[in-house]
């Protein structure tokens, strides 16, 4: 049987491509490049700039995009690289590291020209990278007999069936495109209290031990498993629901224990570091768009549509950002400190996320067009700043 050091060494003896030493380093930089491009191109396919011709309306390509092609990317890095620390198994790297990028990517092309290969053999293609990590993490999961970590598996599964629903009502089998678009929504929501709720806490703590911070409430504690039961329970209820009275009561109630939990890790004491405090932002905007959801399905004075973007752009925007630079700098060796640039960039997708939701209450072309530069601005600023650090060799990542 391998031991942790024999494990450890077969790491440090890895000497393939830095790029793909760890899954982080590719698939954060599709997710970052991806962002920066696919907004764009959003709002001038909406203004009639340019045009799609693919399998989906316009408006169902965007969501899909942002769900399946940024989002799925960040995701896939963060659970590729944490996976070894969770299951203690060497990381996926290499040859199959470098395939399920590159099944991300031809699921990417696949989407776009999708009219003309058409909408099975895109559908196909495009499930590829979410079946190949659900497998890939399972396998791991297994073989590390991780099972306090399978909630994250079926989070993945759920989301690759809710790909699968986007095709199936694209091809004109069954009419399912609504309960995809709220289920791949709802799934990323989750996955942002589940995995949010363990690194945001533990940062927080990391952080406030080494400045005399105070003690803070302990993640998973039985306030955090009623938290997240009710979340799951609304949540479902939206998934199969729909927009209902009922439902909105209980997103807003999940909403509000969701501030309450994010109160008790005290966020408002760590603005001494960036790469803290905007982890305590991501979840905000996760807490107040769950909530808001809520009350616009029981009162017109919010759209729906302002607290979705709120929930996505905000949340899984700015907590996206806030892991994928903590993880590259972590990861890299480097000190773990947000500086000016960085800074920026949780700026810019802050503004990003105001101003789209502020579309909502004043709707101005020009909020959507500043809206998506500010979005732009940050993710290509991401990948200007970090990519360098994702493919270069440093201290840390030299083989031994």
Known sequence: MTTNQERLDQ??????????????????????TWAAL??????????????????????????????????AAAVGGFILTAVPN??????VRGTPLAGLALLWLAGRLAVWFSASIGPITAGVIDLLYLTALVLCIAREIIAGRNWKNAPVLVALA???????????????????????????????????ALIGGRVVPSFTRNWFAKNDGPEIASPMAGFDRIV???????????????EESAVGAALAVAGLLNLARLARWRGWKTTGEGLVIILHVGYLWLSVGLTLLGVSMVHDAMTTAAAL???????????TLAVMTRAILGHTGRELHAGPATMAIYIFVTVAMILRVAFGFAPDIGLIWASAGFWTAAF?????IYAPMTWRRTPATQPE
């Open 158 to 192: 759920l989301l690759a069936a809710a790909n699968g629903l986007f095709h199936v009502d694209a091809a004109g089998i069954a009419e399912t495109g609504e309960i995809a678009i709220r289920l791949s929504i709802g799934v990323m929501a989750l996955l942002v």
């Open 11 to 32: 790491r440090r003896r890895y000497t393939g491509p830095v790029f793909l030493k760890e899954g982080f380093r590719p698939l954060f930089m599709a997710a970052g």
């Open 86 to 91: 969770w299951t203690g198994r060497l990381p």
């Open 380 to 384: 290509a600023l991401f990948v200007w």
């Open 309 to 319: 973007h709120m929930m996505t752009l905000g949340a899984m925007g700015t907590m």
């Open 228 to 242: 997240l039961v009710v979340s799951v329970l609304a949540l479902v209820a939206w998934i199969a629901r729909g």
């Open 38 to 71: 696919a907004v764009p191109v959003w709002v001038a396919v909406w203004t009639g700039t340019i045009s799609y011709k693919g399998i989906f309306a316009p408006q169902v390509w965007h969501i899909h995009e942002m769900m399946f092609g940024f989002v």
